[in-house]
């Protein structure tokens, strides 16, 4: 199982680790929406010059804003934890671009997902489906800076090679 080795990996981890105190507020004074996307995690925050504490960092399927769970964490890390900027990162190659939203309902359906709940809702909405990764950067920029309940503050994105780690400015809201 897979639990058995994370806690066997943490057994280890914990041996050789320092631990250290750090405050829960972002020492960057940043908020990061980026994708769940497997291939970023320990790339994105060196390939954006993070350190552990420098940033909120939310993540989910595409970077984008369904619903409101995303602008829920982003009003989190201004209001509550002093984030003063919100950077959203788009990838290339990202599997929500194009991703099919009725391969996806066979697929719901095929695990045993009632066809009644699935139609209650609109799955390429529901799902975060979009067609172009600069695109999809800047519609979630719009958004989030268009949301009754963010701030006026920066909010940039860009986009990252998935292969190089390679940014490139979307939208500078400098």
Do not use: Y
């Amino acid at each position: 199982m897979m639990l058995d080795e994370i806690l066997a990996k943490n057994v280890e981890f914990v041996k050789d680790f320092e631990g250290e105190e750090l405050s829960h507020h972002p020492q960057k004074k940043l908020a990061v929406l980026a994708c769940m996307d497997c291939r970023l995690s320990g790339f994105l925050e060196p390939a954006l010059g993070l350190e552990r504490g420098d940033a909120k960092i939310i993540r989910n399927a595409g970077n984008t804003i369904v619903g409101e769970d995303a602008i829920r964490s982003i009003a989190a890390a201004i209001f509550s934890l002093g984030a003063e900027e919100v950077l959203v990162v788009g990838h290339t190659e990202c599997g929500m671009a194009g991703s099919d939203p009725e391969a996806l309902r066979q697929k719901m359906i095929d695990g045993g997902i009632d066809e009644a709940e699935i139609e209650k809702v609109d799955l390429k909405a529901w799902s975060g489906v979009f067609d172009d990764e600069k695109e999809n950067v800047i519609e979630t920029v719009e958004t989030i800076r268009n949301h009754p309940l963010i701030p006026d503050v920066p909010i940039h994105g860009v986009l990252l090679d998935i292969v190089s780690g390679e940014l490139e400015v979307v939208v500078d809201d400098r």
